[in-house]
Structures are given as C-alpha cells and as structure tokens.
C-alpha cells in the first residue's frame, strides 16, 4: 500500500519558490454515530481538496454554514490529521515537521476573541505565553518583543496590565492577533476574525490586517461568509460546498463574473441597504443539503437552477474557464449537450 509521502511526494514550486500553502487530495471524514459495534455513518466534511497558496497572497475562503470551512481550517492548522491527502508549509510536508515547529510558521486568529482569551491571565502574559511555551529569548527580549508587538497591533503600553474583561470587542481582537504575530509566523488562518464586531470595529480590524500582511509580508488564509470583507481583502476566492471547492480563481473574476450556480446564489443573496428592494430571491429552494446523504452526481444539482439531467448522474470534472476553475457541467461540452 502506497504511503502518503509516496502519493504527493512533493509541494508545488512557483518561480522555483515554494508555495506558502499546497494541498493535495485533502479528505477528512467523520463517523456520525459510531460505536464499539456500528461503523456509523461517513460525513465527509472535506472531500479531496486541492488548494495552492502563494507567498504573500490572501485567499478567502467562502461557503453556507457546515460546508466544511472549518474542518478545513483544523487541518490546515494541524489541529487534526486528515484521513488522506498532505499539506505543504513552504515546501516542508505537515508529517515532517515538529508539532512547535509548524506552529512558529503558522498561527490562527479566531473568531471570538473573548472566548480565545483567558480571563485569569493579564495581555502581556496572553501575548508572551507563546514564547514562554516555545522558549524564544531570555525574559527581557521576550517583554520586548510583547511590547513591539503590542505596538505593531495598535495597543498601547499601558494595556500590558490589563485583562480580557477590562477591554472592548475590537482590543481583544486585536490582543489575539498580537498573540498570533509574536511567534512571527509565515502563515496566519483567520477563521472569521470579524463577524463577532461592530461593523465599525470590523473596518478597523481588516484596515490592521492589511497593514500588517504589507508590513510583515503575510500570507492570509481568510475564511468568511461576509463577501464584502471578501472583496476587501482577497486576492483569490474559493467556493465550498458540501466539502468541495466548486469555484477557485482570482478574487475580482469571481465576485464580477461567477461561474458556477452556487457563486451566483450567494452573491445574489447579499442584502442591499434599500429597503424597497426587500429580500432577494436566489432561487435555491428551501431545502439544505444534508451533509451525511449527499445527493448523487453534482451535489449542487438539486437546489440548482441550472440542472441538467447530466447532473443527478456524474460528478462534475474540474475545469479551467477565463482563468477560474470550475465544476460545474455547464461548461463540459459533452455534458452540456445533453437534454434534461
């Protein structure tokens, strides 16, 4: 039987760099149910997922809730250990790296900084712990640097002292990216980093973000349902569905000019302020995909407007459509001739 390191051998290079992030046939399965005398029944929360990530880029990573967004997020955190398929951090394999090693190189923003935090412990022994953990430097250069750090954030120094509860939404956001950058890492995963703000406090913390990955040349894997926040802060956008990666490409082709059914859906469902317009109508049925009987062929065929008979029998085939891939048999040639 072919081991993992004998089936993705080697991390993808551009320009003879590696990437900052390769994913190759990803798969994470669940057994819902299961017992000492029952399998249970398979959820396959991520389904072969390939994903490639250059240095200093942000991909935003999008889809309804339990598409497997954060199942994904885990795996790439090494947080858990997929059933199949390898990732790469800058050409090094996750299997071969030390469990403190791959956390220097990359680290995670949370989305609720309240519950990210511990309550019991000041700012600057919630920033430091990672250096202490890791053993980085001698007591002084580690204040330094919380300090640098904290300044880099924007917290003042007065701050050190404080703790969670003495702060607002926003600092402890912040707090927890500092927390991230003191190990100054090469990767930071941001698993909805602003949907527990303000909408104020969000423009500030995305303002940061960005500021930072310039800075520090930081490579984001930004994962969101605010298409928005998508927009600002994206260079390239994946769609996920029911575990899959229906739509991937650069972030302004697929926000102006979505391919896929399931990327038109959800950019027709963002509100507009007027309030004549009332809701919009995506066309999806009221039906949600159930994740543990996934329907057969294209997942996406049964709430899709678009379907063709093609579609409840054969699985879509990636392809590469302006620039974008794609599965979706609209844009099989062979496929789409086929009458429903």
């Not at 039906?287 to 294209?298: A, H, V, W």
Request: charge should be negative; glycine fraction near 6%.
């Amino acid at each position: 039987m072919q081991s993992e390191e004998d089936k993705y051998p080697q991390a993808q290079q551009v320009d003879g760099k590696p990437l900052a992030l390769d994913i190759q046939h990803l798969t994470q399965v669940f057994h819902i149910g299961k017992t000492w005398l029952n399998e249970g029944k398979p959820l396959r929360a991520v389904d072969d997922v390939s994903l490639q990530v250059r240095n200093g880029e942000v991909l935003a990573i999008v889809g309804e809730s339990g598409c497997g967004k954060t199942t994904l997020s885990r795996l790439m955190l090494g947080l858990q250990k997929p059933e199949s398929g390898a990732i790469y951090v800058n050409g090094q394999a996750l299997v071969d790296v030390d469990r403190k090693a791959f956390a220097r190189r990359v680290q995670p923003v949370f989305q609720d900084p309240y519950s990210s935090l511990n309550p019991r412990r000041t700012i600057g022994e919630i920033i430091m712990d990672p250096l202490l953990i890791h053993d980085i430097g001698t007591l002084e250069e580690q204040r330094q640097r919380v300090e640098e750090t904290m300044a880099k954030v924007g917290l003042p120094h007065r701050m050190i002292n404080s703790y969670p509860s003495q702060m607002s939404g926003g600092q402890r956001q912040r707090v927890a990216i500092a927390r991230a950058l003191v190990m100054k890492p090469e990767v930071l995963i941001c698993d909805e980093p602003t949907s527990a703000l303000d909408v104020s406090v969000q423009a500030q913390i995305l303002n940061l973000l960005q500021e930072l990955r310039n800075e520090l040349n930081l490579t984001y894997i930004f994962i969101s349902h605010d298409l928005s926040v998508v927009e600002y802060m994206a260079d390239y956008v994946a769609v996920m569905y029911l575990g899959r990666f229906v739509e991937v490409g650069p972030a302004r082709d697929v926000l102006e000019r979505p391919k896929h059914p399931y990327t038109q859906a959800l950019l027709g469902s963002v509100l507009t302020p007027d309030p004549e317009l009332g809701l919009p109508d995506i066309d999806l049925g009221r039906g949600f995909p159930d994740p543990l009987n996934p329907p057969p062929g294209c997942r996406f065929h049964p709430r899709c407007p678009k379907a063709m008979a093609v579609c409840s029998q054969k699985e879509p085939e990636k392809l590469t459509v302006d620039g974008t891939e794609v599965e979706c048999h609209l844009y099989a040639k062979e496929d789409a001739d086929i009458p429903v």
